[in-house]
């Protein structure tokens, strides 16, 4: 195909034309520096112990979690304004370098302390990390062929949760719990100059921005109060103890005060435009609502696998591989589809509503579930929850202009990470509602007297913030996909 057809995925922006296998170079550039951000979510809570015994104060462990995701979702939105203010070249750069600079204070952390400030700054590049790569994939192919490659978000995601506990296990236990850390150094080097080169080719917008520093203060400090509600809720703190419900009324005193701000500054940080758009609006809430119940669904998973069904630690993830490669192979499907479907977005209904109803069977059956059972039905609920997340990616960045694909991305990338720390706490709630232990003498493995009440709820309020989701995604309108001319097929009014 004609080379310069294939830069219409990039109309309204200058530059020289990259061939595919430059793109492909960007593409998989950018998802290995995706995947170190990823990675780092998920290889650290099996060494908490062994760095706790080395560093002491362990009291202050879940904070090397909680470090890394407030900063990480916190500046997600920015990164998306900046990097459509200074060029994704020089952005991504710099969060790969702010993300090694945190991996590097942390493998040298003294103490804990240091090592949870480390994380901390390996968060703020980390949430760069997230968003920029669909990003600068949004400015190398165009929406009807994007989604093709959501299947590789999605294997990248997999990898991380497969890999990441793996690593940070044997690191801990036969070598050395800072190799957790500096595996990321040679990574993101590696991945800085992968991209490097054909980076300077990326096609930058014609026009200036300003960068609202009042509204990135507010948007960081609204929403780092709330992830700390919803961490120390029901865990550090009852749910309606006055330390709770005092972050909980601040952070809304400081979302009040970005709203404010949004609609008076000359160039807010979001554009009005990109958050008045029903498309957008649609599809950021509803990627918010199917990220708290897959997430959600992950981390409670292995619980009843190892409380119920009597599986150890080892055993439990190995049986998540059903959920995991169900999401990819959901996702690799829905991609390679949506190019073919005028009315792309039933494929991501028809996803949501096979889900939930899979949830729902699943709670139904928890009390007597094989093992094979539940790999069949984990296999199905992540068919379904993979096939939604193309579908609202693409639209989301179909519906803005290319000047606000990084602002578009960027809410969509919060609104993704906010509501994997929803959906935690959510469940977490409904876990300790309905009496399940968590922790102590009621999670010995191979407990298979423990009643299985409280996790058909937690199946089932999964399938009904899924049917949340499939509800946005009804209300969402279809847009036509731009892409190739000659391939272009019309949403039918």
């Known amino acids: 195909m004609d080379k310069a057809v294939r830069q219409e995925g990039v109309k309204g922006f200058k530059g020289p034309p990259l061939s595919d296998s430059e793109k492909n170079v960007i593409i998989g550039g950018v998802l290995l520096s995706m995947l170190l951000a990823a990675l780092d979510q998920t290889i650290v809570a099996p ?34 304004k900046i990097s ?23 493998a040298l952390a003294p103490n804990m302390l ?4 480390g994380r901390a700054i390996q968060g703020i590049g980390g949430g760069g990390l997230f968003a920029l790569t669909q990003t600068v994939i949004g400015d190398l192919v165009p929406p009807r062929e994007r989604a093709r490659y959501a299947a590789w978000i999605s294997g ?50 014609p026009r200036r921005h300003s960068i609202d520093a009042l509204g990135a203060l507010l948007l960081i400090a609204a929403t780092a109060l709330l992830l700390l509600a919803l961490n120390w809720g029901g865990s550090t703190y009852p749910w309606v103890s006055l330390e709770i419900l005092g972050l909980v009324g601040a952070s809304a005193v400081f979302w009040s005060a970005f709203a404010l701000r949004l609609m008076r500054a000359t160039e807010p940080l979001i554009s009005l435009e990109v958050l008045g758009d029903r498309i957008v609006r649609a599809g950021t809430l509803s990627m918010f609502a199917l990220q708290a119940a897959n997430v959600g669904l992950t981390v409670y998973l292995p619980v009843y696998l190892q409380s119920v069904l009597g599986l150890n630690a080892s055993q439990s993830g190995i049986a998540m591989l059903g959920l995991l490669l169900g999401t990819v192979l959901g996702a690799t499907v829905s991609g390679k589809t949506i190019p073919r479907f005028v009315h792309y977005k ?33 296999i199905c609920i992540g068919l379904g929850a993979g096939a939604t997340f193309p579908v609202c990616t693409v639209s989301v960045q179909n519906a803005v202009d290319q000047a606000h694909l990084g602002v578009a991305t960027g809410v969509l990338t919060f609104l993704r990470s906010l509501g994997s720390a929803l959906g935690v706490a959510m469940l977490g709630a409904v876990a300790l509602g309905y009496g399940l232990p968590l922790g102590g003498e009621g999670m010995r493995v191979g407990a298979h007297t423990a009643t299985t009440e409280p996790f058909s709820m937690i199946f089932l309020a999964c399938a009904a913030t899924t049917l949340l989701g499939f509800a946005m995604l009804w209300l969402m309108p279809e847009k036509t996909l731009r892409g190739y001319a000659s391939e272009t097929v019309s949403v039918p009014e």
């Open 47 to 80: 060494a908490m112990p062994t760095i706790a015994g080395a560093l002491g104060h362990a009291e202050y462990l879940p904070w090397i979690v909680t470090g890394y995701l407030l900063t990480a979702t916190a500046l997600a939105p920015l990164y998306g």
């Open 84 to 106: 459509d203010v200074y060029g994704r070249r020089p952005t991504i750069h710099a969060a790969v370098l702010i993300f090694l600079a945190g991996s590097l204070v942390s």
């Open 114 to 117: 240091t090592l949870i400030v």
């Open 156 to 205: 990248t995601w997999a990898v991380a949760s497969i890999a990441g506990p793996l690593l940070g296990g044997t690191f801990a236990e036969h070598l050395h719990w800072s190799l957790i850390f500096w595996i990321n150094i040679p990574l993101g080097l590696i991945a800085m100059a992968i991209i490097n080169n054909p980076l300077k080719k990326l096609p930058v917008a």
């Open 346 to 378: 039933r494929i991501a209904m028809a996803g949501a509503l096979f889900s939930a109803a899979c949830l729902v069977a699943f709670a139904l059956v928890a009390a007597d579930a094989s093992l094979l059972m539940v790999q069949v039905l984990t």
